[in-house]
């Protein structure tokens, strides 16, 4: 039932739609910004992508006075070509392109399937339609967690009592009920070849380990390297029964928490037991086995860390020899220059190693994070600053080469849980399962300029931005078309001279934006 409280805006949009094809947001006000309410009878969506003929364009917007997606289509000879801007995206060369992108993605947690499963079954398909339909921001990746994480509600694996033969491995009801139904909606949604889906270990089973417990100092012994390899085996054969295959697999999530003592789950590996967990144990078994195509991706860690695992650990052939990508978090970037960490590569590097290239892909982000040491709040519903930095890493991370990014949980509930240590945070989605609502940040919006529009196969092409406030990176997709994500930082009107080999035009771009220019040439 429509509450009395939106019910004439409803009717208002419900007859726009109509003409239209698309729902708007409904826009709630809240402490730190605004917020998309969707509920089981009513979610916004994004307007169609036309087929734009050439000279052609469609420019998407997403502000933090009007949220959702707004769309308009128009001719570049239509618009003003007084290029006498301070601000400007400048593309001489549309084949002049570099890294090609696999696609961005959140993960499903069990805080994600928990808090969306409390919702109505329509509220349900709302949220999943907003991530993956049609007429949503279709995400291409996702992440799943094997076995329990820190966004459990407990401790657990697939094999908690001790069994070194692994015949007790089961899923947890965490599987079945929450991670289980939800990828499936996802993939069918999406279609299966649409979804890379990747697997991340936390923790092994607690008698695997050199101090038995999910988190602070403690590591996998080495005695049962190869026997955890196998439980990766069987998780992979447990999913497949369910009608669910992977893409890829990382070799350990954050493994520096357990040497530093971090109290979310984990195994600690130094580096040199990184190097002969991967080509000793981890490596060889996934390649002989019928899951021999995963893509094995290392680190998994923070992106300070990279040097280590660059000098460290690549410089090992037999590991390289098993690796196809590199995986990394953001939680790090803000203590350390972003430009140092790459400075401190070796020149030649770019995503590769001496041997062959790896793939660089962003697989884990979230805003609250220093919640768990008091210094911010876990959810700031609406925080528009939030979602500019999402984009403002995405934007740095695919300049420096990334092929994609990955949020963390999908949805959590309004405290940023649940979380049976503690650690709660923010999230893309917030769901108030109470009044059977929930809520899209500029968050979603933000990572959705670049999941709808930067789709999978798109090539990054070399630009020239230029003017304070103006952040922006181009693209030329599989079907032609070329994809310029804009954010305007400013609190106020951004004008912008858009340059497309001999085509321009200036765009009026509102304050605090997001914006996606599709243009054919």
């Not at 491995?169 to 929450?178: K, M, R």
């Not at 390297?225 to 009608?243: D, H, M, S, T």
């Amino acid at each position: 039932m429509i509450r009395i409280s939106y019910l004439p805006c409803i009717i208002i949009i419900f007859v726009c739609a109509a003409a239209q094809e698309f729902f708007p947001c409904v826009q709630r006000i809240t402490e730190y910004g605004a917020v998309c309410v969707c509920n089981s009878t009513y979610c916004d969506t994004i307007p169609p992508i036309q087929t734009l003929k050439s000279g052609q364009y469609q420019l998407y917007v997403t502000s933090k006075i009007e949220l959702g997606f707004s769309a308009l289509t128009g001719n570049f000879s239509d618009l003003d070509d007084n290029l006498n801007t301070t601000a400007s995206v400048t593309i001489t060369n549309i084949t002049d392109t570099r890294q090609t992108i696999i696609g961005f993605g959140g993960a499903f947690t069990d805080a994600t399937g928990i808090t969306v499963g409390g919702l109505s079954e329509e509220a349900q398909e709302n949220f999943i339609q907003s991530y993956f339909g049609e007429d949503g921001v279709q995400y291409s990746i996702g992440r799943v967690p094997v076995g329990g994480t820190d966004f459990s509600t407990r401790g657990y694996t697939y094999c908690d009592e001790e069994d070194e033969t692994l015949d007790s491995f089961a899923l947890q009801p965490e599987d079945i009920n929450y991670k289980i139904p939800l990828i499936q909606r996802a993939l069918e949604l999406r279609g299966k070849e649409n979804v890379k889906l990747f697997a991340s270990g936390w923790s092994a089973p607690l008698w695997m380990k050199t101090n038995p417990t999910y988190g602070k100092t403690t590591s996998l012994q080495e005695k049962y390297y190869n026997l955890f390899a196998q439980y990766y085996i069987k998780f992979f054969e447990a999913y497949n029964r369910n009608n669910i295959t992977f893409w890829g697999v990382t070799t350990q999530n954050e493994p520096a928490n357990g040497i530093l003592g971090i109290k979310i789950q984990s195994n600690g590996f130094t580096p040199n037991h990184m190097k002969t967990w991967i080509k000793e144990a981890f490596g060889p078994t996934i390649r002989n086995s019928s899951f021999k195509d995963l893509k094995i991706i290392l680190h998994d860690d923070q992106l300070p860390f990279l040097p280590v695992l660059t000098y460290l650990v690549l410089s090992d052939p037999e590991v390289v020899d098993y690796a196809d990508g590199i995986a990394l978090h953001w939680y790090w970037n803000f203590f350390i220059p972003f430009s140092l960490i790459y400075d401190l590569l070796p020149s030649s590097f770019n995503g590769s190693s001496s041997k062959k290239e790896l793939f660089l892909l962003s697989s884990e982000a979230c805003n609250g994070f220093m919640n768990i040491v008091g210094l911010e709040s876990s959810v700031k519903l609406g925080s528009w600053t939030r979602g500019q930095m999402y984009v403002t890493d995405i934007i740095k991370d695919l300049t420096y080469n990334h092929v994609g990014w990955v949020d963390w949980n999908m949805a959590l509930n309004m405290s940023g849980g649940p979380n049976w240590i503690g650690n709660e945070v923010d999230s893309a989605v917030i769901v108030n399962g109470t009044i059977d609502e929930f809520y899209k940040q500029p968050m979603f919006y933000g990572i959705g300029h670049f999941s709808k529009f930067v789709v999978p196969e798109s090539k990054r092409i070399v630009s020239t931005v230029t003017g304070v406030g103006l952040e922006s990176i181009s693209f030329v997709r599989p079907d032609g078309k070329i994809a310029i994500v804009i954010a305007n930082t400013l609190s106020s009107t951004l004008d912008v001279a858009v340059q497309i080999e001999g085509k321009s035009g200036v765009f009026h771009l509102a304050a605090n934006s997001f914006s996606t220019l599709l243009f054919t040439v």
